[in-house]
């Protein structure tokens, strides 16, 4: 029996084996991965579906997003032709050439992590809602090339020089106080023991720093509870401004979206301000497509925002921001 189906299938392929090898060509051709992402366009997502709290909301916020497909030969190529598709190198968003996607992903889930906490908290305070911080992790998730330590990836900063550092803003002003090529104490968490390390104070781009990425995940108690349903491919902290207006207007009485159907992006860090991100022309190029009202912009990211606006002639306010307080208050004196 299998003597017969293998002489069927030798027969087969002598017979086509051209259509065959050409097959076979196409689907590489088509279905190859280069070491590029094309960016197409943007999108958003209603958070009324990433937040479990209860609303009364008219209106909606929703998340901006860059929509990007993994270059192949084809869309490589009609990446040259198409005036809205942008080419951007896979090496752009490594730290160095030894990192995998594998590393780029794990390192955005927990930037995401970070901002879903940042912004829980930043809506809590300013809410004036109960809010009892536990404790927090500063996760080192990956350490330069450049730098002189013996501090290992997965590791949990506890001190630097036997001072407690509570979030990213502290840790950066202390570390400026110090001269560079100090050598310093850093105390570490790793595999549930504390372990001493050393780093050097080393200086890039005329910051001081000691080569850690790190990113600060907190552990806390709310009231009323909050729960936060983000999707696996979903990650990255450009969301984490946004989530925090949407979740701090779910815990006041007042409605600040007033019906209108309200979109943007940036960063919060611990004590709510409002960061850089990137794709700001292919999130306010969603955010028009789904015909929001307004769209909010981190003020590093205003002036492209903007020239968008105007080069597509678009329709929408383009609101600067810098503090979360400050959409608050434009939402506000605005409805």
């Avoid at 990446?79 to 942008?86: D, M, T, V």
């Avoid at 996760?139 to 509570?166: A, F, M, R, W």
């Avoid at 909010?296 to 606006?309: G, L, S, W």
Wanted: glycine letters at 6%; aromatic letters at 10%; a negative charge.
């Amino acid at each position: 029996m299998f003597n017969k189906i293998y002489e069927k299938i030798k027969k087969f392929i002598k017979e086509n084996y051209k259509e065959i090898l050409i097959y076979l060509v196409l689907l590489i051709v088509l279905t190859y991965h280069l070491p590029y992402y094309i960016f197409v366009g943007g999108g958003t997502i209603d958070l009324e579906k990433r937040i479990e709290l209860k609303s009364n909301e008219e209106g909606s916020y929703n998340l901006a997003y860059v929509k990007q497909i993994n270059a192949t030969i084809p869309t490589y190529l009609l990446s040259f032709i198409l005036p809205k598709w942008e080419l951007e190198k896979v090496s752009s968003y490594t730290v160095d050439d030894s990192e995998t996607l594998s590393d780029v992903n794990n390192r955005e889930r927990l930037y995401l992590e970070e901002a879903n906490s940042n912004a829980i908290i930043n809506a809590y305070k300013l809410a004036g809602k109960k809010i009892d911080i536990k404790s927090n992790d500063y996760k080192v998730i990956y350490v330069s090339e450049d730098s002189d330590t013996n501090i290992k990836i997965g590791d949990t900063l506890v001190s630097v020089n036997g001072v407690s550092l509570n979030n990213n803003t502290e840790y950066k002003e202390y570390l400026s106080t110090l001269k560079v090529g100090e050598k310093l104490d850093v105390k570490v968490k790793r595999n549930d023991k504390e372990v001493n390390c050393y780093a050097k104070l080393i200086e890039v781009d005329n910051e001081k720093v000691i080569g850690l990425y790190l990113v600060n995940i907190y552990d806390y108690e709310v009231e009323p509870e909050i729960e936060l349903k983000f999707k696996s491919n979903e990650s990255g902290p450009s969301g984490g401004f946004m989530l925090s207006l949407a979740i701090y207007d779910r815990l006041i009485s007042e409605d600040l979206t007033k019906g209108r159907k309200i979109v943007g992006t940036g960063t919060i860090d611990a004590v709510g301000n409002v960061g850089e991100i990137g794709g700001v022309k292919y999130k306010l190029m969603g955010a028009v497509h789904d015909k929001a009202d307004i769209f909010f912009v981190p003020k590093e990211n205003y002036q492209e925002a903007i020239d968008t606006k105007k080069k597509y002639n678009y329709k929408i306010n383009v609101v600067k921001v810098e503090k979360l307080e400050d959409a608050i208050k434009y939402l506000q004196e605005n409805n």
